[in-house]
């Protein structure tokens, strides 16, 4: 069965730091490319960032980049996304998703405010 477990939302002021982090089991991580989406209150889920299976291969959404990081540690079974600088349109549940598919986690949620 496959499962994605995301950590590490929360409450940041703009211009803070949040790293977020996607357990992953139920299937060969090491071999899945992987992207993170969110869903801003009121709006679509949006693709915010993917990464290859070996963690060589990255894109991003024009909103994040240069802000946002994605990694992954294929020994820990486990996605991340480091976002810096964030704002306050950031603000959304946060999903990691097997890519390609339907697959995706109970998402996290970061809210970006003073």
């Known amino acids: 069965e496959v499962q994605l477990v995301e950590f590490g939302g929360g409450l940041v002021q703009p211009g803070g730091p949040l790293r977020l982090s996607c357990a992953a089991s139920?299937?060969?991580?090491?071999?899945?490319?992987m992207t993170w989406v969110r869903q801003a209150p009121g709006k679509g889920p949006e693709w915010v960032s993917d990464i290859n299976s070996d963690g060589d291969g990255t894109h991003y959404a024009d909103s994040v980049k240069g802000r946002f990081t994605i990694s992954r540690d294929n020994a820990k079974n486990t996605l991340y996304l480091q976002m810096n600088n964030l704002k306050p349109e950031d603000t959304a549940v946060y999903y990691c998703?097997?890519?390609?598919?339907?697959?995706w986690g109970q998402g996290t949620q970061v809210t970006v405010s003073s």
């Open positions: 998703q097997l890519r390609y598919t339907g697959y």
């Open positions: 139920g299937f060969k991580f090491g071999n899945a490319d």
